[in-house]
């Protein structure tokens, strides 16, 4: 990781006043070395998990951009640390973390607002409902699922899934490098769809969705970890995020190839 947003879920836990522009400090309990939600973190990365605590504080906010390598210098720690106390936290549902999409000249990449939308705050809702429900049993049944197939399994990706995207996610940030993280996950998801036509539907509808391109009025944007995500593919296809303003009596799976060329 370099750069990404982290929103900490139970914000209300840590802020003292939510009527208050600012504060100087921030609610934390003092049994932080005993935590059970924190067990298995060492000292350090607690400490570094306080670092994240103290910048929401100073932005009077849930969600802050964090520079990774700059958390690792400050806490005194391994960038891979900072990353394993990411993804721990994410999976104990105490953090959600997104990559920052590329960005020219200081601005996002096709990141304009626009009031013709108007399902964005609809949808950015659901957005957040969904990480909220989401059981971290499903985490650990990706883990099984990976653990438990031998490499020569015929699920296996022919094509890997972040070629799928990179070919198709349009104008949204493509997958430079894969971590473990995202190597078990993606081949969790082709297992459950190992269909080449499949994905490649998938990723152009969210390509061709203005609320996953970041058009919405906070710009998020869909990034490959979030098609990663077991329910995403699928409520991608049941036309969850599809813009409102779709050609009438229209063939949508047309509709994509007279937009994006048709999937060789």
């Known amino acids: 990781?370099?750069?990404?947003?982290?929103?900490?879920r139970n914000w209300d836990k840590f802020n003292p006043k939510r009527d208050q522009n600012s504060y100087t400090w921030l609610r934390l309990s003092n049994d932080i070395l005993t935590d059970p939600d924190l067990f298995g973190l060492t000292a350090a990365q607690k400490f570094a998990w306080v670092g994240i605590l103290c910048l929401a504080s100073k932005k009077n906010t849930a969600t802050v951009e964090l520079?990774?390598?700059?958390?690792a210098a400050t806490t005194q720690i391994k960038p891979e640390q900072v990353d394993t106390l990411l993804f721990f936290l994410e999976k104990k549902r105490i953090v959600s973390v997104d990559e920052v999409p590329a960005t020219i000249g200081g601005r996002a990449l096709s990141r304009t607002s626009t009031s013709t939308t108007p399902t964005n705050e609809t949808y950015e809702r659901d957005e957040r409902d969904e990480r909220d429900e989401r059981d971290v049993r499903t985490n650990e049944r990706d883990v099984t699922l990976s653990n438990s197939a031998s490499e020569s399994d015929p699920r296996d990706a022919k094509v890997p899934l972040e070629k799928i995207w990179n070919e198709n996610c349009g104008t949204l940030a493509t997958v430079r490098t894969l971590s473990s993280s995202r190597k078990r996950h993606a081949t969790a998801r082709w297992r459950e769809?190992?269909?080449?036509a499949y994905w490649i539907a998938v990723v152009q509808r969210i390509a061709a969705s203005k609320f996953c391109r970041g058009e919405g009025t906070t710009g998020w944007r869909a990034t490959f970890d979030w098609l990663l995500k077991p329910d995403t593919h699928a409520r991608v296809l049941e036309g969850k995020y599809d813009d409102r303003e779709k050609p009438a009596n229209d063939d949508w799976a047309k509709h994509l190839i007279e937009t994006h060329g048709k999937a060789s």
């Open 67 to 71: 520079d990774t390598e700059w958390l």
């Open 1 to 8: 990781m370099a750069t990404v947003h982290v929103t900490i």
């Open 193 to 196: 769809n190992p269909d080449e």
